[in-house]
């Protein structure tokens, strides 16, 4: 893995980076939770490029620009429908989708936040499981991403990312002990 996972508390839409994730559904409908934020601290912008782009299919993702945000972009990942839930499969497609766009537009540091965890109800834990094995994957392949900046609302919500991700941090290098021996 040549890039980097980076955890931290705070307002994702303030996030310096190239790119930040959008907890979406599947309308691109900028409501409440992560993507009512986005679209106010972004403006009408992001919006308006969400509606001419048009619904995607859940667990897919859809790039916009990022309106009056520090970052360029804003990548929209579909986890549920409008007014729907999320799902394990969702969660995880949807979070390959949108570092797979990232990769493809040249962005290098991407910010996410518990992308199904808030409004689309998935369970924390499994959410933080699912998008850092999913970060962890994208970062060992081919990909000129070079940081994953989880930014995560809440220090309930950064502990769980941080437990989980320690917890892998220990197998790997249990795993590397075991491997010598």
């Given at each position: 893995?040549?890039?980097?996972?980076?955890?931290?508390?705070?307002?994702?839409?303030?996030?310096?980076?190239?790119?930040?994730?959008?907890?979406?559904?599947?309308?691109?409908?900028?409501?409440?939770?992560?993507?009512?934020?986005?679209?106010?601290?972004?403006g009408p912008s992001i919006q308006a490029?969400?509606?001419?782009?048009?619904?995607?299919?859940?667990?897919?993702?859809?790039?916009?620009?990022?309106?009056?945000?520090?970052?360029?972009?804003?990548?929209?990942?579909?986890?549920?429908?409008?007014?729907?839930?999320?799902?394990?499969?969702?969660?995880?497609?949807?979070?390959?989708?949108?570092?797979?766009?990232?990769?493809?537009?040249?962005?290098?540091?991407?910010?996410?936040?518990?992308?199904?965890?808030?409004?689309?109800?998935?369970?924390?834990?499994?959410?933080?499981?699912?998008?850092?094995?999913?970060?962890?994957?994208?970062?060992?392949?081919?990909?000129?991403?070079?940081?994953?900046?989880?930014?995560?609302?809440?220090?309930?919500?950064?502990?769980?990312?941080?437990?989980?991700?320690?917890?892998?941090?220990?197998?790997?290098?249990?795993?590397?002990?075991?491997?010598?021996?």
């Amino acid at each position: 893995m040549t890039g980097r996972i980076v955890l931290e508390e705070g307002d994702i839409t303030g996030a310096e980076v190239d790119a930040i994730v959008n907890a979406a559904n599947s309308g691109l409908r900028l409501g409440s939770g992560v993507a009512g934020a986005i679209a106010a601290a972004g403006g009408p912008s992001i919006q308006a490029e969400c509606d001419a782009h048009g619904p995607i299919a859940v667990g897919e993702a859809a790039i916009t620009g990022a309106g009056d945000l520090t970052a360029r972009y804003v990548i929209h990942a579909a986890s549920m429908p409008p007014d729907g839930q999320a799902d394990e499969q969702s969660v995880r497609s949807s979070m390959r989708a949108s570092l797979e766009l990232a990769r493809a537009q040249g962005c290098s540091r991407v910010a996410v936040p518990a992308i199904g965890a808030g409004i689309a109800g998935f369970p924390m834990q499994r959410c933080a499981e699912i998008l850092l094995e999913e970060a962890r994957a994208h970062l060992a392949g081919e990909t000129g991403v070079e940081e994953i900046r989880f930014v995560l609302f809440g220090e309930p919500a950064y502990r769980v990312f941080e437990m989980v991700n320690d917890a892998a941090k220990v197998a790997a290098q249990m795993e590397r002990m075991r491997a010598r021996t």
